[in-house]
């Protein structure tokens, strides 16, 4: 299976900055997803990322918001812009494979 | 849009027993996969099983098994001989082309 690499792992945030969320996969995947957890709760997707185009945004999420690249079919970034005390979450990466999803182990992000 | 529903909050068993967890999903898709993800407090994501719906066998693996309904559109999971590692919140999932996530159940193991 797959194996991501995700980081940081956890990062403390002033509100307003912005942080970059780095998710390296050891082999080639077209499709890179990315998800928010916030505290207590389950997953909600926050985008698809395919290699060369754009990401597709899910209902709530926007790119200004959640600007993210995919420079190659390796590696992707999410950026969360501009941040306050709401985005405090667990950001976690994640690509399909035959056999189900591979996640990453996960960005807790705390703003203060 | 699909839902997955897991309607308990929290499920409590013994060591060496049995638990199911229960889940059901709403969907208008005839193929489609279902699987049960364990997150434990390190928040890695574990995949435990996946099933396919076309396939009426029930998946297992090891200690983990599922009561798959397609029709009543139930996806439950079976874990025996409960072992403490066990113990993490247990997410089901449906994915047609996306992966879509049930509130989760956790789970705690008693010794």
């Known amino acids: 299976s797959a194996v991501i690499s995700q980081k940081p792992s956890r990062d403390i945030c002033q509100r307003g900055t912005s942080l970059t969320i780095q998710c390296q996969v050891d082999?080639?995947?077209?499709?890179m997803f990315w998800y928010r957890q916030q505290p207590g709760q389950s997953l909600t997707l926050i985008a698809t990322?395919?290699?060369?185009?754009?990401?597709?945004?899910e209902s709530g999420f926007v790119i200004d918001k959640f600007p993210i690249s995919r420079p190659n079919l390796t590696f992707s970034t999410l950026t969360v812009s501009n941040m306050s005390p709401e985005d405090s979450s667990i950001y976690l990466c994640?690509?399909?494979?035959?056999?189900?999803?591979?996640f990453g182990s996960g960005t807790r992000l705390t703003v203060v | 849009a699909q839902t997955v529903t897991q309607s308990q909050p929290e499920m409590s068993v013994q060591e060496a027993e049995t638990v199911t967890l229960s889940c059901t999903y709403d969907?208008?898709?005839?193929?489609?996969?279902l699987f049960w993800y364990k997150q434990p407090p390190s928040r890695q994501m574990i995949l435990v099983i996946r099933?396919?719906?076309?396939?009426?066998q029930n998946a297992t693996e090891n200690r983990f098994s599922v009561n798959f309904q397609k029709a009543a559109k139930s996806f439950s999971l079976k874990i025996s001989d409960s072992q403490l590692g066990d113990a993490a919140m247990y997410f089901c999932?449906?994915?047609?082309?996306?992966?879509?996530f049930g509130a989760g159940t956790i789970l705690r193991v008693k010794s």
């Open positions: 999932a449906y994915d047609g082309n996306k992966l879509v």
């Open positions: 990322a395919n290699q060369g185009s754009e990401a597709t945004y």
């Open positions: 969907t208008s898709e005839s193929d489609y996969y």
């Open positions: 994640s690509v399909g494979q035959n056999y189900g999803y591979t």
């Open positions: 099933q396919e719906a076309y396939k009426q």
């Open positions: 082999s080639q995947v077209t499709m």
